[in-house]
């Protein structure tokens, strides 16, 4: 048999999963976008609450920064991921995963600093 004749067949998981990620990979990405100017207002507003300004801005710039970042590298990581493995015959889905598992830890990383950067010492309501 040619290395012709030996074409690999996907498996039903690459067929289903890989289009659904490769489509849940830039919309996650546009969401967590719009979502790192949502976090930063909302940590802005700490300076409104607190009359002595306790909002740290190097964190809060950090958490957005992070965030962009992981948008970058995911969609990246799932797109040459995809190309790579098409030219090697194997199992496409794990790539735009793996894109998705960055852009989700990474907000979630950027939203944590954000937020902690307005807790830096008692907020006053009033």
């Not at 710039?61 to 970042?69: C, E």
Request: with cysteine; hydrophobic share 50%.
């Amino acid at each position: 048999m040619s290395p012709i004749d030996e074409v690999r067949r996907p498996s039903t998981a690459d067929i289903v999963l890989t289009p659904i990620l490769t489509v849940l990979v830039p919309l996650v990405a546009i969401g967590s976008y719009f979502g790192t100017y949502a976090f930063n207002n909302a940590a802005r507003c700490s300076y409104k609450i607190s009359p002595e300004g306790t909002c740290n801005p190097d964190l809060l710039a950090t958490g957005g920064v992070v965030t962009l970042a992981g948008i970058l590298v995911g969609v990246v990581v799932a797109i040459a991921g995809l190309i790579v493995a098409h030219r090697r015959a194997t199992a496409r889905w794990t790539w735009p995963a793996l894109g998705l598992a960055i852009v989700i830890v990474t907000y979630l990383a950027g939203l944590a600093m954000a937020f902690g950067s307005s807790l830096g010492g008692p907020a006053t309501f009033g």
